[in-house]
């Protein structure tokens, strides 16, 4: 949980804020509020659907 925020801080920080950080994995449901609040652009738990996921990234900006 503190990586994640380090790297939207860091990828700021260079000027690349048009790149999305999502998440993956065991995340307690408490954390997400925190993690999105921090940049994280979506947070994905255990057992997401892959097509969910898909969605999600085919939907986010791209970097030029």
């Known amino acids: 949980m503190v990586l994640a ?3 939207v801080r860091a990828l700021r ?3 690349m ?3 999305s950080v999502i ?3 065991t ?3 408490d ?3 925190m993690l999105k609040k921090a940049g994280i652009a979506e ?3 255990s057992g997401t659907p892959l097509k ?3 969605d999600f990234v085919s939907g986010a900006p791209t970097c030029q």
């Open 13 to 15: 920080k260079r000027g």
């Open 43 to 45: 947070v994905f738990g």
């Open 52 to 54: 969910k996921i898909i």
């Open 5 to 7: 925020p380090e790297v």
């Open 31 to 33: 954390h997400i509020p």
């Open 17 to 19: 804020e048009g790149v």
């Open 27 to 29: 995340i307690p449901p």
């Open 23 to 25: 998440l993956g994995g």
